[in-house]
């Protein structure tokens, strides 16, 4: 936990990840699929300070390749954690006032247990054997934490992409947990285009000769290849036509150079260190793992997928960016649709900006106001 002494500048200052075992082998963890997974950990950090009557909780849910350390510093880091803008004393999740908890999910290579991970019936990576998870199993070991720190109820769930996918489920599933929701850049069911540039990404990993069918770990190789590219792809989806343009226009690498097929142009160079960069953070298995269940997630097909949320209702706050074409505007809206036509609390906000479907991670006025707007509120009616 962050102690109190924090800056000016409204950080959280240093932190640490800790480690919970949170299943063993001999009480383990029942997926939705019907496999058990045990012993399995979960690496997760807190901020702020949890109130008397335990009713200031925010509980953050990261996207595909985030992980527990949403704020503050590690030691000997260049950057803080990856939501650091949005949380801390006087930042829109105020940790003077709330307790703010973010959990690496289930089949992350950050902590907690993934296909990384050691199978403990054969002391190797679990690789392919790892089971395929569902948006519900996320959701289950969140719930798992919640109740290993004695948090019986959420004031805010909070997430982009994917993870406001999971805060939907969460909210759908077990709406007693939570009094307020936030879904940022989300969606309720993938589109085609969203499936088919998950599909090339994986197929970028399991190609690469180093992937081993799996095996890379125990083999001590690595597909650095194929997830440098998948990684490269996905992040020309998470920025807008407009801010690529703005930021590297047709520059070249180095002006004068004779042209030829390596990183002639400032946009080539920058996909090329994003995609290095991933290496070091990131398990292709893991890539795998999680993006498949992006595409399988589709609560509203279930039968009576509302009844629920509609017998305890949940206040939603809904967010996309007019520039995001990895999950348009025209997503949200679905869930807002499925929502509102339930009677639901609900409230709904396009924002503009430049920068495409990486909005949620940075600071934009309009958008940090209307995140703060919403959880003060969640603060005064609790």
Partial sequence: MSDHHHDNDGSVGSVETQVVRLFSAEAPLRLAGGATLG?????????????????????????????????????GDRRPGWWDNL?????????DRFF?????ILGGC?????????????????????????????????????AHLGI?????????SLGGMQVLEWSL??????????????????????????AVARRAITDDPNFAAGRYAALGTNPDVGLSIARMMAHITYMSEDALTAKFGRNAQIEGADPGF?????????????????????????YLYLSRVMDYFDPFSRPDPLERVVADPVRYLLLSFDTDWRFSTAHTLRILAHLERAGLPVTFRELSSPYGHDSFLLVDPVYHATLRAFVDRALEVR
């Fill in 39 to 75: 012993p399995v950990d979960v690496a997760y950090e807190t901020y702020g300070t949890l109130a008397a009557d335990r009713s200031n909780v925010v509980y953050i849910c990261h996207a595909l390749t985030g992980d527990a350390h949403a704020a503050g510093w590690h030691e």
């Fill in 87 to 95: 949380i801390g004393p006087g930042r829109p999740l105020d940790t």
């Fill in 100 to 104: 703010v908890v973010a959990s690496n």
């Fill in 110 to 146: 950050r902590g907690t247990t993934g296909p990384g991970s050691p199978d403990p019936s054969t002391g190797q990576a679990y690789g392919m054997d790892f089971p395929l998870l569902d948006m519900a199993d996320f959701v289950t070991v969140h719930r798992a934490l919640l």
């Fill in 152 to 160: 019986p109820h959420l004031l805010v769930a909070l997430g982009g």
């Fill in 173 to 198: 599933t077990h709406p007693h947990d939570m009094s307020h929701a936030v879904i940022v850049a989300a969606s309720s069911r993938l589109t085609a285009q969203n499936i088919a540039f998950s």
């Fill in 262 to 286: 390596g990183i002639d142009f400032a946009v080539e160079s920058y996909l090329d260190h994003q995609g290095q960069a991933f290496l070091e953070r990131f398990d292709a298995l893991s």
